[in-house]
């Protein structure tokens, strides 16, 4: 039995576990291993989301989802890893992941593996587990001014990134080599444009009006 997520984990046995460095930031946009999409991750209100920030081919619907009324939804912006929260004496993050092949949501943890991999392993109730590496495409995004106040939220650390690193809609994706294009005309984390249509995650109304 496989699940195979919108971002492209396959959720199939045998998956192993490697030891993340310590201090490692999620943050930052990330290449799904089969290249078809980047997951912006940023803290917001104290929790790790990931959203859709780049797909390679543009244009997508969360057509699968239950809901009626978000079959119709970009999947460009839409959350897909969701409140994840740390793991204490550990730099791992568990919460849920939004499966948009069936619509449906499943626990998830993200383990960052240096500085330029992150480790996505997904759950089906408590087993059937497994994941992939996704690949750093753009630096980690320093506390968004909507949530630098979120109660135990962590300083961050260095100045803000000069580019979101491949992250745009218009942006070349070569599948061989997912590096960042320079960052002339693009858009800073938190900036909304033509240059980069996301920006900051945490203003998405998905995340922001999350109540939980």
């Keep these: ?5 919108y971002t492209g984990i396959i ?9 993340p460095a310590l201090a490692a930031d999620p943050t930052g946009d990330w ?6 999409a980047n997951i912006r991750v940023a803290q917001c209100n104290g929790s790790m989301w990931g959203a859709v920030s780049w797909e390679k081919q543009p244009g997508g619907r969360d057509e ?8 119709t939804r970009p999947t460009l912006g839409m959350a897909t890893l969701i409140d994840m929260k740390k793991k204490p004496g550990a730099d791992q993050w568990e919460g849920q992941v939004y499966n948009a092949k ?13 500085a330029d991999q992150l480790e996505i392993k997904g ?6 587990c497994g994941g992939e590496t996704w690949t750093r495409v753009g630096p980690p995004i320093p506390l968004s001014p ?21 992250t745009v809609a218009a942006a070349p994706a070569p599948a061989a080599a997912p590096t960042a294009p320079k960052s002339a005309g693009v858009a800073k984390p938190g900036q909304k444009g033509a240059a980069d249509p996301v920006g900051d995650i945490c203003l998405l109304p998905e995340i922001a009006g999350f109540a939980h």
């Design 31 to 36: 290449r799904v291993a089969d290249g078809v």
């Design 64 to 71: 699968n989802n239950p809901d009626a009324s978000k079959k």
């Design 11 to 19: 959720l199939a046995g045998g998956y192993t576990c490697l030891t």
């Design 102 to 114: 069936d619509g449906q949501l499943y626990s998830a943890t993200i383990t960052p593996v240096g």
């Design 1 to 5: 039995m496989r699940l195979a997520l």
């Design 146 to 166: 909507a949530n630098a106040m979120a109660k135990g939220a962590p300083k961050s650390a260095g100045a803000a990134p000069k580019a979101t690193g491949a």
């Design 123 to 128: 759950c089906v109730m408590g087993f059937l």
